[in-house]
Nanobody, 125 residues
Framework: QLQLVESGGGLVQPGGSLRLSCAASGFTLDYYAIGWFRQAPGKEREGVSCISSSDGSTYYADSVKGRFTISRDNAKNTVYLQMNSLKPEDTAVYYC??????????????????WGQGTQVTVSS
């Protein structure tokens, strides 16, 4: 059974850091692009970052460029999202997802087929 499990969320002060993990089971991550998405209360889910399956290219939403870094460890079948300089507006439930998006569509929700259950990130003093 194909499954994605996120972990690493929590409460952090503004300016702090967190590292989210997305562990896969039932399939190998390097066959899929893996995206991170987030959904804040009352807002639509949005794409945050993606790492491609082919060459490991990475993509970021403008709102997180320079602060977030996505990486993958194929040996552990896990993708990470390192989040630095966190802001209150980063507060959301973060989801990882697996899919095979077309070029230029790496942060589109519709391109992803398999989703984790989400992990809460709260940035507050």
């Amino acid at each position: 059974q194909l499954q994605l499990v996120e972990s690493g969320g929590g409460l952090v002060q503004p300016g702090g850091s967190l590292r989210l993990s997305c562990a896969a089971s039932g399939f190998t991550l390097d066959y899929y692009a893996i995206g991170w998405f987030r959904q804040a209360p009352g807002k639509e889910r949005e794409g945050v970052s993606c790492i491609s399956s082919s060459d490991g290219s990475t993509y970021y939403a403008d709102s997180v460029k320079g602060r977030f870094t996505i990486s993958r460890d194929n040996a552990k079948n896990t993708v990470y999202l390192q989040m630095n300089s966190l802001k209150p507006e980063d507060t959301a439930v973060y989801y990882c997802a697996a899919g095979r998006p077309y070029s230029g569509s790496y942060l589109r929700i519709e391109e992803y087929d398999y989703w984790g259950q989400g992990t809460q990130v709260t940035v507050s003093s």
